[in-house]
């Protein structure tokens, strides 16, 4: 029995990035990328609209950041899962984290554990 497919959203304002990514998804059994935001507002906007099983935020955009983005996901949608996928992972403060409702931290630098991370969340979502 093949599984139901699983919408992911992610949101980063560099280009190459967010093509890398739907390129590490594109040929996943369950997971693919239904839409991409380049800010954090147009995150919201976007999950508001599209209704993503995960989210995947980079920290650092422009207009609205990622963990401002995610606390403001949480309230409208807090049973969807949330990444923050970022090259300032040691940086960040575990509450902050909780607080705004983001669920693993992953580095870009460590991108190919955003697949795992990704099966992960959805499944016990």
């Known amino acids: 029995m093949a599984k139901a ?16 990514l739907c390129r590490l998804f594109e040929n996943h059994a369950f997971l693919e990328i239904c839409a991409e935001a380049v800010n954090g507002r147009e995150a919201v906007e976007m999950a508001v609209q599209m209704r993503p099983d995960l989210i995947i935020l980079d920290l650092s955009m422009p207009v609205m950041n990622g963990l401002e983005a995610a606390r403001i996901l949480n309230e409208l949608m807090p049973a969807v899962p949330k990444i923050l996928f970022t090259l300032h992972a040691q940086a960040l403060m575990m509450a902050d984290l909780k607080t705004a409702g983001i669920d693993r931290v992953v580095a870009k630098s460590d991108m190919t554990e955003l697949i795992g991370h990704s099966e992960n969340l959805v499944k016990a979502a």
């Open 5 to 20: 497919t699983k919408k992911i959203l992610i949101a980063d304002d560099n280009p190459h990035l967010r093509k890398a």
